[in-house]
Each structure stands twice: as C-alpha cells, then as structure tokens.
C-alpha cells in the first residue's frame, strides 16, 4: 500500500496468516473455483478487497484497535514511513507506542487508487494526519 509517498508492501507467500488474521483471497479464491468469472469482475472484486483492507488497517490505527489492525499484516509484510521502516507487526507495535506516548493521529484519506498486476497490486492515496496540539 502507498500513503502519499509512505509504502506498504505485502509477501503473502511465506508464511500462513496467524488467527483471527484477514485471507480474502482464499473466499475469492474458492468461489472463483466455482464458476469462472469475467476477468473484469475478478479485478473489481480484488480492487475491492484490497481498499476494504487499507480502510480497515486506517481506522484500525486510528481507533486504537490494534488486534484489527495487526491482522491487517502478513508477518513478513514490509512498512516504510518516514518515522518507521520494518516488518507490518512492528509497525503496529510503534503504532501503539505512539499512542501510549499521547500521538493520537487521525488519517483522513483521499479515494484509494488500487493498480493490479498479477498476483500483486499498488495501492495509493494521498491522507491528511491530524494531529492535535497541546
């Protein structure tokens, strides 16, 4: 995923998602194994999938929810920010170091422009981060 410049990236092929961890692609995967689809509707359903992620790892972060958030990453994902570079399950953990140290960032974020590209995909956004003053 992109944030106006700050990028996520996703490796999904080495290691299974931990409880409770999100795997749209396996639903997606056994219905497209049903029927065969349009490749049209399999993109706008990925598109889909993946912008429903981003806006669930963003509220997540923002309402403190950080099991929801945590699931938002596979264990090898890398995140690069101008304050962090690591693994997506670091990125939490400075998430909620943030916020016990009182940064209670809120995101506003413009439409989310996912490009497909096989098995992977770039996701970018521009956001605006809200942070209150003492």
């Known amino acids: 995923m992109v944030f106006d410049g700050e990028v996520l990236e996703e ?19 056994q219905k497209r ?3 065969e689809l349009p490749q049209e509707v399999r993109e706008t359903v990925d598109v889909t999938a993946i912008t429903q992620l981003i806006l669930r790892e ?8 950080w099991e929801r958030m945590r699931g938002c990453f ?3 994902s890398l995140v690069r920010l101008s304050w962090f570079r690591g693994s997506g399950p670091d990125f939490v953990e400075g998430s909620i170091d943030m916020a016990q140290r ?12 996912v490009t497909l ?18």
């Open 11 to 29: 490796n999904r092929s080495k290691s299974k998602p931990k409880a409770g961890q999100l795997e749209p692609h396996k639903l997606l995967d």
């Open 33 to 35: 194994s049903d029927m």
């Open 58 to 65: 963003r509220e997540s972060r923002d309402l403190g929810r």
């Open 74 to 76: 596979w264990p090898e």
């Open 102 to 113: 009182g940064v209670l960032a809120k995101h506003r974020l413009a439409p989310i422009l």
């Open 117 to 134: 590209r096989g098995a992977r995909a770039i996701a970018s956004l521009a956001a605006i981060i809200d942070l209150p003053v003492s």
